[in-house]
Structure formats: C-alpha cells, structure tokens
C-alpha cells in the first residue's frame, strides 16, 4: 500500500475497532485519535492513486475513515458518496486479491448491495480457509459482521 493510503487506513481501522479487544477507552485518545483521523482523510480526500490499486487503497482507506469518524463538517455524506463513485470505476480494474475484499466490503457497508457482498465471497471462498491470514480473517469476520446487522445503530 502507498504509506499515506496504508497509514490512514491503519489509523482509521485503529479508530474502528478502538476498545472492542476490551481495553479502556480513554476520551482524550478517542478524540485526539478521530480528530488525527478525519483530517488525514481530508487531506487524501482530493488526491488519486497512481494506479488501479493504488486508487483502490486510498478509496478504502477514505471509507473507513469516514465510517470510523464522528466528526462531519457537513459534507460528509457527499465525500462517502464521491469515494463510492470512485470505487465503481476501480472496482472492475481490480484483480481478485484481498485488497479488493476489503474494498468491495467497506463499499457494501455503505448501502448494503447483495452483488457486492457476493462478489467479496466468491474471491473468499478461493482462499484456504485453514490458512487464513490475519487480515483474511479479519475482512471475514467484519463482512460478516456487516451482512448480520445491516441496522447497527437501530434496535431491530
């Protein structure tokens, strides 16, 4: 991964996942660390990727960054909207790889689209499951997450 694409998706899945291993949430962390978050996103948010994958990489890091974020300077949505624009064209360019797992999850995770979410289980199920690598396991685990409660934020 590009190292500003790679570094903002790693903070931002840092911010994702921050005290779900059970570890203290510390406010001042928590905020300092969306605060970091959100303006390396809107830092990268203008600029594009040299290549396929690397367009690929940034795109996904803007979405996870924007999903982790609770700060929105009103625009929000239309810079989530423009990242998944600029998904599609990437998308179909995309060899079949873990790179495009993730990609295709985090888009699903936006609108939920059942082509999307089958699409990321057929390059899945080409993977040797009782070789998974850490972060095979780990896109595993969060589609699925995705695909059992497409209502995170509401009681169903």
């Known amino acids: 991964m590009d190292s500003n694409s790679s570094s ?19 406010a001042d962390q928590f905020t300092r660390l969306n605060r970091d978050v959100y303006e390396r996103a809107m830092e990268l948010y203008s600029t594009r990727g040299n290549t396929v994958e690397e ?24 810079y989530i909207q423009h990242v998944l624009d600029r998904s599609w064209e990437v998308l179909p360019k995309l060899s079949p790889s873990l790179l495009k797992v993730r990609l295709l999850t985090y888009c699903y995770s936006e609108f939920y689209d059942e082509e999307l979410a089958k699409e990321a289980h057929e390059i899945i199920n080409t993977w040797n499951k009782k070789e998974l690598t850490l972060e095979q396991a780990e ?18």
């Open 139 to 156: 896109i595993v685990e969060e589609l699925k997450r995705f695909e059992e409660n497409q209502y995170l934020w509401e009681e169903v």
């Open 55 to 78: 367009e690929a990489e940034l795109c996904l890091g803007l979405l996870v960054a924007f999903a982790a974020t609770i700060y929105d300077n009103g625009h929000k949505q239309q």
């Open 8 to 26: 903002l998706f790693s903070s931002a899945h840092h911010l994702l996942t921050y005290g779900l291993d059970g570890s203290p949430i510390y």
